[in-house]
């Protein structure tokens, strides 16, 4: 079974441009996931999709956005990109209903912002 | 905020020795989980415990909940230098989703 995947590994924009990740959870999953891990830092939670609807986000501006495909991969646009959206973003998908075996997380994206 | 804390912010032993965690969180919760997390990668699931439970067990790991405290502890015994990486723990908010704590750094020297 394939675990989630995260595309793409590593993403280099420049201040004021837009970035796309995008996640494919594992099949069967539902509920997708996003979080922000600067540096050294702990993860944010930025926004849970599930069954193609955005269920919470976290505390990010608006320029932080996304989407649940019909097939519940997911996409995170981040617009208007500054030097501090530098960061490991991490999707973790789960069943909506059973989340009693915990998160399968990506190996996250890496983007970096020049 | 919901996000837990973890305690210590980092932690160094030698290897055989046990390590212990501990987290703290502010609301009720559905269920609390410990991640562990190498060299700033995705995370892996460790192991889960329910609101109703106190204490589990899976290998070297034990976990305990104590829902009054508000808070949960991870102990991983005879540890060994794989062991090094960042542990996290996360609440699980049934509605509300799914929070972070800071995590522990643990370094076990060989």
Known sequence: EAGVTQSPTHLIKTRGQQATLRCSPISGHTSVYWYQQALGLGLQFLLWYDEGEERNRGNFPPRFSGRQFPNYSSELNVNALELEDSALYLCASTNTWDRGYGYTFGSGTRLTVV | ?110
């Open chain 2, 1 to 110: 905020s919901q996000q837990g804390e973890e305690d210590p912010q980092a932690l160094s032993i030698q290897e055989g020795e046990n390590a212990t965690m501990n987290c703290s969180y502010k609301t009720s919760i559905n269920n609390l989980q410990w991640y562990r997390q190498n060299s700033g990668r995705g995370l892996v699931h460790l192991i889960l415990i329910r609101s109703n439970e106190r204490e589990k067990h899976s290998g070297r790991l034990r976990v305990t909940l104590d829902t009054s405290k508000k808070s949960s502890s991870l102990l991983i015994t005879a540890s060994r230098a794989a062991d090094t990486a960042s542990y996290f723990c996360a609440t699980a908010v049934f509605i509300v989703g799914f929070y972070f704590g800071s995590g522990t750094k643990l370094n076990v020297k060989p």
